[in-house]
């Protein structure tokens, strides 16, 4: 069972607003990302790291910024959130270094910014 | 560019009924092939193909892997109304070794 939890589940916000999501896992994996997903659609790579002190832009473009200053945490901060910010955040991770290359995902943390 | 191609993007069935899922790729680096399963949260894991022509198998659902054709196929056989979801095919490869995800197949299998 994947062990990677993403705080907080669902969250309201009003515009201008920072706001950081948390993520956390307990895998020992070096590689972390995440991905935006609109309902119903596919999902976007914004950011991924490859182990502490990394952290790379991923596919879409976005506002947000991530940090990774331990192994097992991968927070994503919103400085100042707008309406277009309102969709599903995924954190994963995985093992890429090694035979198993399958992500693991948190449950996400959908944002609404009103 | 790298790519992934899922077909089709929706499909209708009835319980009972065998459906295949298609997912085309053009990756450089290719390392892996993964299947997930999404209802309304997050991705969950299905099937790693890494070799070509191996079966893998969990129950009523089963995958395996082209890799000279570029294509995997994910069957689900005896559907079931817990079945529907949508079906995520991601490549691990590219310039940065990261996940590649298809648009995802969304399947609805109707009582």
């Known amino acids: 069972e994947a062990d990677i939890y993403q705080t907080p589940r669902y969250l309201v916000i009003g515009t201008g607003k920072k706001i950081t999501l948390e993520c956390s896992q307990t895998?020992?994996?070096?590689?972390m990302y995440w991905y935006q997903q609109d309902p119903g659609m596919e999902l976007h790579l914004i950011h991924y790291s490859y182990g502490v002190n990394s952290t790379e832009k991923g596919d879409l473009s976005s506002e947000s910024t991530v940090s990774r200053i331990r192994t097992e945490h991968f927070p994503l901060t919103l400085e100042s959130a707008r309406p277009s910010h309102t969709s599903q955040y995924l954190c994963?991770?995985?093992?890429?270094?090694?035979?198993?290359?399958?992500?693991?995902f948190g449950q996400g943390t959908r944002l609404t910014v009103v | 560019e790298d790519k992934v191609v899922q077909s089709p993007l929706s499909l209708v069935v009835h319980e009972g009924d065998t459906v295949t899922l298609n997912c085309s790729y053009e990756?450089?680096?290719?390392?892996?092939l993964l299947w997930y399963k999404q209802e309304k949260k997050a991705p969950t894991f299905l099937f790693m193909l890494?070799?070509?022509?191996i079966e893998k198998k969990s129950g009523r659902l089963s995958s395996i892997l082209d890799k000279k054709e570029l294509f995997s196929i994910l069957n689900i056989t005896a559907t079931q109304t817990g079945d529907s979801a949508i079906y995520l095919c991601a490549s691990n490869g590219g310039s940065q070794g990261n996940l590649i995800f298809g648009k995802g197949t969304k399947l609805s299998v109707k009582p």
């Open positions: 895998m020992g994996h070096d590689k």
């Open positions: 990756v450089t680096n290719f390392r892996s």
């Open positions: 994963a991770s995985s093992d890429w270094t090694g035979a198993r290359t399958e992500a693991f």
């Open positions: 890494t070799s070509s022509g």
